[in-house]
C-alpha cells in the first residue's frame, strides 16, 4: 500500500471496512458499560432534582462515541473530515454538578476505548473508576453539614438554645441572625454526632423557642 492509497475513497470499500460481528460487539459492550455508567450515576446522585433522561444520555453517548470511533479507525479520510466537523460544534447545556463532568469524560472514554479494541482495558478501568465513585461519593450523611433554622423570642431563649445545641451536635456555628422586635431567627450551620435527630423536637418544645427546622445543605462547604 502506497502513500497515495491510504487517501483514496470508495463507497463500497467503506461498507465492508467493519465487519457485522464487529460492530455487534462493540455496541453490545457499549451499551453494557453504559448501563453500568448508568447506575453509578444513580448510585451516587446527591443533588436536588435526580434527570433520568441524564442517565439515559450516558448510555446513549457511550454507544455514539463507539460508533464514531469505529468509522474513523477504519477510513482516514473521514477521520480528517470528522475533526473538522466536530471542531464547530458548541454545546451550550449548563453542567450543574460537577461531577456530572465525570460521567460524561467517562462515557466518552468508554466508547473510545472499546472502538479501539481494548475491551478489557474498558471493562477494568469502568469497574475501578466506579468503585472509586461509589466509596468517596457515598459518604456517611452524619457528617455532612446540615442547615438549623431557629426562630426565638428573646435574647435568653436563644441563649438557652446555644447552649442545649452545643450539647447535642458535634460542631454548631451561627451563619446569620435577624432580629426583629419580639423576634429573633437565627441560622446555623450544625454537624451531626450521629443519625439522631430527635434533638430537634425537644429544642421545639424549649420555652421560648417558636419552631425549629433542619435542613439538609448539600452545597460546598469547607472543613
Known sequence: MTFNDIFKSNFLENVTSVSVLDMLLALVFAFGLGLFIFMVYKKT???????????????????????VILAVTSNVVLSLGMVGALSIVRFRTAIKEPL????????????????????????????????????????KTHVNPYI??????????????KEFLNQQVKRCVVKSKTAQKGSVELNMEVRLKDDNTDFINELSDMEGIKSAVLVSYNGDYMG
Open 45 to 67: 446522585f446527591s443533588g436536588v432534582m435526580y434527570s433520568s433522561s441524564f442517565g439515559v444520555t450516558l448510555i446513549a453517548l457511550t454507544m455514539i462515541t463507539t460508533l
Open 148 to 161: 438549623l433554622v431557629i426562630s426565638c423570642v428573646d435574647q435568653d431563649s436563644e441563649k438557652r438554645a
Open 100 to 139: 456530572d463532568i465525570a460521567f460524561l469524560f467517562w462515557a466518552i472514554a468508554d466508547g473510545i476505548v472499546l472502538a479501539a479494541g481494548m475491551i478489557p482495558l474498558a471493562v477494568m478501568g469502568s469497574v475501578i473508576i466506579g468503585v472509586v465513585l461509589l466509596v468517596f461519593v457515598n459518604k
